[in-house]
């Protein structure tokens, strides 16, 4: 098992490095990418090569989660999440790879970073945070939600209130100072003018706007994948119930240091860095449900590349639970398993082709 896992993460890697040479070397520029471009001042070619370190944090986070929640085995199932995700979705804002130079996939980096580092930092997640703000704008959503899942937390500090709120106001004035720093760059790079217009452009959201009908945004969700939408669904719904028994598993175990009122107690059973992701990504789609905004991947594109891959870790720790359970439960886990390896390398490979297609 161990040469098994060494070669499985070796070619899962170079097909990671396979289809960023190939989007590098291969993709047009985007529209999207286009203004990036114009904001950094760099040629197309060194602003996408700059992404490579950014990846490869993306990647050894999204293992980090997954390993922790399930063991290496889930790590290898974050990593080949990551390739589910069809690029190329939106019509009018696709995104061909990991190496094209927008701020969404630096702020996807960063983000999964931060809920790597949560259990064991606060200060470094938050300035990661207030970075990945600079570089996407609706990063500013994912404040709110990490704030909210360190609260439900005893503090290091001490038990009382005011310790809590000290260590949140820290946690927010740690973001605060890169996110305040950038945008005084933006500002004078920009100028008075061009910063207005970049943040008139972010502010428009919320003037009165025609929302998109819940139907059809479910249908431009399912169309972000690799599959016919039918398939997706299935994949999805067998996706979802796994990953939902694996994360029931983490409310119903109790921990041996559970203290205070029992629902919160029950709360606490989830890691912090899960709650964060989670809530993050609750935040993104109630913005993007509301934004009216026909384009899922470009806006989403943090928590699409940093959380949902962390389903199928998720998914994998409910497959592995069950196959404990009996022998029905048994025989549902290793189906499971066996179907979810085989998804996924159909996307992976499709993934591996469309990189290579103009």
Not at 146 to 157: C, D, G, Q, R, T
Not at 219 to 225: E, K, L, T, Y
Not at 270 to 276: F, H
Request: charged fraction near 10%; proline fraction near 6%.
């Amino acid at each position: 098992m161990d040469v098994l896992f060494v070669v499985v993460l070796a070619l899962l890697v170079a097909v990671h490095l396979t289809i960023f040479f190939a989007v590098l070397a291969v993709a047009p520029v985007t529209p999207a990418e286009q203004a990036s471009l114009d904001l950094i001042h760099l040629p197309v070619e060194v602003a996408r090569a700059l992404i490579l370190p950014f990846h490869a944090v993306l990647l050894a986070s999204l293992y980090v989660i997954g390993r922790r929640a399930a063991g290496r085995w889930a790590g290898i199932g974050a990593l080949i999440a990551v390739l589910a995700l069809n690029l190329r979705a939106d019509p009018s804002a696709i995104v061909y790879g990991p190496s094209v130079a927008t701020g969404g996939w630096i702020a996807a980096s960063l983000l999964a970073a931060a809920i790597a580092l949560l259990p064991q930092r606060r200060i470094l997640p938050a300035v990661l945070l207030g970075v990945a703000a600079v570089v996407h704008a609706l990063m500013l959503l994912a404040l709110p939600a990490f704030v909210l899942a360190l609260a439900l937390f005893p503090s290091p500090s001490g038990p009382r209130v005011r310790d809590r709120a000290r260590d949140l106001g820290r946690f927010v004035g740690a973001w605060a100072v890169p996110f305040v720093l950038g945008q005084l760059l933006w500002f004078a790079d920009l100028g008075a003018s061009g910063y207005a217009g970049r943040a008139a452009e972010f502010l428009r959201e919320f003037e009165p706007h025609a929302v998109v009908p819940w139907f059809q945004q479910q249908v431009i969700v399912f169309s972000a994948w690799h599959f016919t939408p039918l398939a997706t669904i299935e994949l999805a719904a067998f996706l979802f119930l796994a990953a939902g028994t694996g994360v029931v598993r983490y409310f119903v175990v109790p921990r041996p240091e559970e203290t205070g009122p029992r629902l919160l107690v029950i709360a606490r059973r989830l890691p912090v860095e899960l709650w964060a992701a989670a809530l993050s990504l609750v935040a993104f789609s109630v913005w993007w449900s509301l934004s009216g905004d026909v384009a899922v991947i470009d806006p989403n594109l943090p928590v699409m590349v940093a959380v949902v891959p962390i389903i199928t870790a998720m998914a994998y720790r409910g497959a592995k639970w069950l196959i404990t359970v009996n022998r029905f439960w048994a025989l549902c886990g290793v189906l499971y398993l066996i179907g979810l390896v085989l998804a996924r390398s159909v996307q992976l490979l499709i993934t591996l082709v469309q990189a290579f297609q103009a």
